[in-house]
């Protein structure tokens, strides 16, 4: 069995295109119906999210199977393959396996590093498992490639620190407040940065967040995104007094917040530290605001700072990460290697089984004179015996490292003990075997 990984992301193609590829729009369980009615396609995974739509197959036969599954691609998209074709990759085997496990771990993301590809690996698979389009390869291939993200986040700092400027502010807020569950947040801004921020912030449980834009109804809509309540513009200062973060993205030519309004806020606010993230350009709070006891002002400047340098700290794990994924591959192609070689040691097993099983056969008639626990003892030191003589055959196949050395090792046995020959009956062969050793001291007493 084979794998094959077709697909395209944010590395080859543009936006625009990645949009028309993307199987949720139709379903990926339609995708995967069709996918399995393609002649050799014994097993599939759907993998798509905004950056990328990856297939990913197990088959026998791959002969011509990366252009109709391409073909499938354009006519499931209703997309000329002309316009498809040229943004495409393809993986095989090894290779189909190093980038699911560079995706897994992160490490092919747009971002380096970010955990939420693991659970739309996951999901993916679970679709294609759930519907039964998957069998013993590509579910070893997954459940592998979810150990190999896990292991890569917990092995290294490559997950660690914040990667975005909305998240970096939430960091920082989480230094200087700890837990931000109860906490009151205003919003002055109603664009796509402050809604980022407060959907950020509405996970770490704060108790409300109000929404203050020149335009009423941008506060009314995003309020209603959020679970928050908009409040009127002019009441922007007032809530300063209450609210303990503040997230100003408005875009305004002139700073919005005074230090005056922070420093009258702060007199009754008895000591309350203000969190204020400003990430307006030009800025939205005049800077020397920053300067008050207890206030806490951070700029996009600051916040991109950090996040560069989460993004530097995040670099210098990816060569621990990608040598961590090198040695996962060779382990999981030693597996699928082993699996090559199945047959072989059954057929294998079954011919020394059934020497042992006819050997005893044979001197049944003098075992029978035995004790009981006597004959037990003779079955199991025989089945030992046979365990041991196989011992080291089943560890050298497995270790093979290439297809010609297994297929070479393969007939090697096949030719010696005859394991393909349908036409030979062991039995006979074992006591014709016998029965001339058994003559030849006779003779020679003679």
């Known amino acids: 069995m084979n794998l094959l990984l077709l697909g395209a992301s944010h590395h080859s193609a543009p936006i625009d295109l990645r949009e028309r590829i993307d199987f949720s729009r139709r379903g990926v369980s339609e ?11 014994a097993e599939v ?11 990913y197959c197990a088959s026998e036969d791959q002969n011509n199977l990366q252009e109709t599954i391409a073909s499938f691609m354009s006519s499931f ?17 090894s290779d189909a396996a190093r980038h699911l496990f560079r995706v897994t771990a992160g490490l092919d993301s ?23 389009y998957t069998g013993a390869l590509l579910n070893r291939l997954f459940h592998w490639s979810f150990g190999v993200g896990k292991r890569i986040r ?21 230094k200087i407040f700890g837990n931000l569950k109860n906490l009151n947040v205003l919003l002055v801004g109603a664009g796509e940065m402050a809604e980022l921020t407060a959907t950020h912030l509405r996970t770490q449980q704060v108790k409300n967040i109000f929404v203050a834009n020149r335009t009423p109804s941008h506060a009314t809509v995003l309020a209603s995104r959020i679970d928050g309540e908009a409040v009127p513009w002019e009441n922007v200062t007032a809530q300063l007094t209450s609210c303990d973060i503040v997230v100003t993205a408005t875009g305004s ?10 420093e009258t806020a702060m007199k009754t606010r008895r ?54 994924v090198t040695e996962e591959v060779d382990r999981f192609m030693t597996w699928v290697r082993s699996r090559a070689v199945i047959p072989t040691l059954v057929a294998l097993r079954n011919r020394f089984e059934a020497i042992r099983q006819a050997e005893l056969l044979r001197l049944k008639p003098k075992l029978m004179s035995l004790p009981e626990s006597s004959r037990i003892r ?37 030719d010696l003990f005859r394991l393909l020959d349908e036409q030979s009956d062991d039995l006979e062969d074992i006591e014709s075997t016998s029965t001339s050793r058994s003559v030849a001291p006779s003779s020679r007493n003679r």
């Open 31 to 41: 995708a995967l119906a069709e996918l399995a009615q393609i002649r050799n396609v």
């Open 45 to 55: 995974v759907v993998i798509s999210t905004c950056n990328r739509s990856e297939i």
């Open 77 to 93: 998209h209703d997309l000329p393959e002309s316009e498809l074709i040229p943004h495409l990759y393809s993986r095989k085997n």
């Open 110 to 132: 747009l971002v380096v590093g970010e955990p939420q590809i693991l659970g739309q690996v996951k999901d993916a698979f679970a679709i294609a498992s759930a519907d039964g």
């Open 154 to 174: 917990s092995e290294t700092g490559l997950g660690e620190g914040a990667v975005s400027v909305s998240y970096a502010a939430i960091s920082l807020a989480r």
């Open 253 to 262: 030519l002139n700073p919005i917040v005074k230090r005056s309004h922070i």
């Open 271 to 324: 000591d309350r530290p203000l969190f204020v993230i400003d990430i307006g350009v030009p800025r939205d709070v005049e800077p020397t605001a920053g300067k008050l006891e207890q206030v806490f002002l951070y700029n996009i400047d600051d916040l991109q700072s950090i996040v560069q340098e989460n993004l530097a700290r995040r670099q210098s794990q990816v060569d621990r990460a990608e040598l961590m």
């Open 378 to 414: 003779i079955e199991e030191i025989t089945r030992l015996l046979v365990e041991r003589l196989l011992a080291s055959p089943t560890e050298q196949l497995k270790a093979a490292k290439d297809k010609e050395t297994i297929a070479s090792y393969s007939d090697t046995l096949n």
